[in-house]
């Protein structure tokens, strides 16, 4: 996780969870909250937090969609975020989404799979906030996985800057390279953060800002970046 070089001091406003029973989250906090003196990190870190208990106390087969719900129910911070929450189960990743965070599935060096940003339009995602019941407006996924998978876990920092194939291939190579999904990790958000700041060249996001008219705009967005990236690996334990 980097933060914006602004954000730095507080911790930036993405948040995530990991646990050791398959369990995955990430969530960006809206910034403009900021304008009303409120932290945006805080909601994102406390929806992340609640979901981290839930399944470290839940049934290991616990549905995303519920766990997310009840995660957003009990959050008592302001603000606002988008959300990912996803599960390993099996072969099967479930997983539940609002907004512009997303996953990649990536096999033998392609991409297969990949969630859809939910938008109302350009720069202006999908969001959960304090009080609100997402259940309604969650999309949801169940990918059947194969030995070898890799899932790249992230918000719009990551999506934003580099695309597909990029990651892809950053994955691919690393493979080949021996790195481990942690360093893996590193790698992509360091190679995001490097994109956001750059004023030059092509990006997800100048792509999707010269198809709305700002046809002027080059470069990579300077933002927070939040990634997590998952190696399936057959469980050989009886």
């Excluded at 030059?200 to 933002?223: E, H």
Aim: aromatic letters at 6%; glycine letters at 10%.
């Amino acid at each position: 996780m980097l933060p914006h070089p602004t954000k730095a001091s507080t911790g930036g406003e993405d948040a995530y969870f990991v646990t050791r029973n398959n369990w995955v989250g990430v969530a960006d906090g809206v910034g403009q909250w900021a304008l009303e003196g409120i932290n945006s990190g805080l909601y994102a870190q406390e929806l992340m937090e609640n979901c981290r208990k839930l399944v470290s106390e839940e049934s290991p087969s616990a549905d995303p969609r519920q766990v997310l719900v009840m995660s957003a129910m009990e959050a008592k911070s302001a603000g606002s975020s988008t959300v990912l929450v996803a599960s390993l189960i099996g072969q099967t990743l479930h997983v539940v989404n609002l907004g512009d965070s997303g996953f990649i599935v990536i096999r033998g060096g392609s991409v297969i799979v990949k969630s859809s940003p939910m938008t109302h339009g350009f720069n202006f995602p999908y969001q959960i906030e304090r009080g609100d019941d997402p259940s309604l407006l969650l999309e949801s996924y169940d990918i059947t996985l194969n030995d070898g998978d890799v899932i790249v876990t992230a918000t719009d920092g990551l999506f934003d800057n580099l695309y597909d194939h990029e990651i892809a291939s950053i994955i691919q190579n690393s493979l080949q390279s021996g790195l481990g999904p942690k360093e893996m990790a590193t790698l992509l958000a360091e190679k995001a953060h490097e994109r956001g700041k750059s004023t030059s060249g092509s990006s997800p996001f100048s792509d999707a800002a010269r198809a709305v008219g700002y046809n002027t705009y080059i470069g990579g967005k300077l933002d927070d970046v939040t990634v997590i990236v998952s190696l399936v690996k057959v469980n050989t334990k009886e």
